[in-house]
């Protein structure tokens, strides 16, 4: 495949699932424009871009549009072959996107409880405010949106929901991709350290918000310090967003939601 002649990505400052290709095209060492999307009022480009879904993150290269941040990265790896994120064993490839969809399905599935769903549909303003965040349903890290829209047992349940689902991941990366560290893919990160290092800032949010802490080293010792290592690498500490802008907008969606919610 020719070499790319220009490369743009379309995101959204907050989304982890942005954040995931910024990391993987920077770990690449792709040079590409960053286009900051207002998602409230979506430009004409990213409408044509992404018409299916008219969402972010959307890669352009060289004028030909990709959507859908799981199948950007897989397009990244084959377009960019240097450094790999999978490995070369079709085996291990394998496991490495089994636990990939994992994440994906697990979070997407649990980010709505019954009560949360009712909500969005019933209340207005709701309605209007998942609108208005329209990246959240699938942009924010495991259970984040049923933890931060809930309170007392629904909330409950979404935590313990999210402990358990880091457990089965911990427990089967280490059980089917065994590797001395320091990252999950090994001395160098891979596609599940991405995955996993963009949903650090939502993990911190869970915790000062609701005094939940997701990535408890004695719970989850793997992926406590893989993301650790992740988020030391020089490349990827531009990409971090500050957290004092994450936690004032998720601080601002919790308090809508919970004052909108059926009493």
């Given at each position: 495949?020719?070499?790319?002649?220009?490369?743009?990505?379309?995101?959204?400052?907050?989304?982890?699932?942005?954040?995931?290709?910024?990391?993987?095209?920077?770990?690449k060492d792709v040079v590409?424009?960053?286009?900051?999307?207002?998602?409230?009022?979506?430009?004409?480009?990213?409408?044509?871009?992404?018409?299916?879904?008219?969402?972010?993150?959307?890669?352009?290269?060289?004028?030909?549009p990709i959507a859908e941040?799981?199948?950007?990265?897989?397009?990244?790896?084959?377009?960019?072959?240097?450094?790999?994120?999978?490995?070369?064993?079709?085996?291990?490839?394998?496991?490495?996107?089994?636990?990939?969809?994992?994440?994906?399905?697990?979070?997407?599935?649990?980010?709505?409880?019954?009560?949360?769903?009712?909500?969005?549909?019933?209340?207005?303003?709701?309605?209007?405010?998942?609108?208005?965040?329209?990246?959240?349903?699938?942009?924010?890290?495991?259970?984040f949106y049923a933890i931060?829209?809930?309170?007392?047992?629904?909330?409950?349940?979404?935590?313990?929901?999210?402990?358990?689902?880091?457990?089965?991941?911990?427990?089967?990366?280490?059980?089917?991709?065994?590797?001395?560290?320091?990252?999950?893919?090994?001395?160098?990160?891979?596609?599940?350290?991405?995955?996993?290092?963009?949903?650090?800032?939502?993990?911190?949010?869970?915790?000062?918000?609701?005094?939940?802490?997701?990535?408890?080293?004695?719970?989850?010792?793997?992926?406590?310090?893989?993301?650790?290592?992740?988020?030391?690498?020089?490349?990827?500490?531009?990409?971090?967003?500050?957290?004092?802008?994450?936690?004032?907008?998720?601080?601002?969606?919790?308090?809508?939601?919970?004052?909108?919610?059926?009493?």
């Amino acid at each position: 495949m020719a070499e790319a002649k220009e490369v743009k990505l379309y995101g959204f400052w907050s989304s982890p699932y942005c954040v995931m290709v910024h990391y993987a095209l920077k770990l690449k060492d792709v040079v590409y424009e960053y286009v900051e999307e207002d998602l409230q009022n979506k430009s004409e480009s990213l409408l044509q871009l992404n018409p299916v879904y008219k969402k972010v993150p959307v890669l352009v290269v060289d004028g030909k549009p990709i959507a859908e941040s799981l199948v950007i990265l897989e397009f990244i790896e084959e377009m960019w072959k240097e450094p790999p994120l999978l490995p070369e064993d079709p085996y291990k490839k394998a496991k490495v996107r089994f636990w990939a969809d994992f994440f994906y399905q697990k979070e997407y599935d649990c980010q709505y409880s019954q009560g949360v769903r009712k909500a969005l549909h019933k209340v207005s303003t709701l309605v209007c405010v998942s609108k208005s965040l329209s990246y959240v349903p699938k942009q924010l890290v495991p259970d984040f949106y049923a933890i931060m829209q809930s309170e007392g047992d629904a909330q409950e349940k979404a935590t313990k929901e999210l402990a358990e689902h880091l457990t089965t991941l911990e427990n089967g990366i280490q059980k089917d991709l065994p590797s001395e560290g320091p990252f999950i893919n090994g001395e160098k990160p891979g596609l599940l350290d991405v995955i996993m290092g963009s949903s650090s800032g939502g993990f911190r949010v869970v915790a000062d918000l609701v005094g939940m802490e997701p990535l408890k080293k004695e719970k989850v010792p793997l992926l406590h310090s893989s993301i650790a290592s992740f988020l030391d690498l020089e490349v990827t500490k531009d990409i971090v967003v500050p957290h004092d802008m994450v936690i004032n907008r998720a601080r601002a969606m919790r308090e809508k939601a919970l004052a909108s919610a059926p009493k």
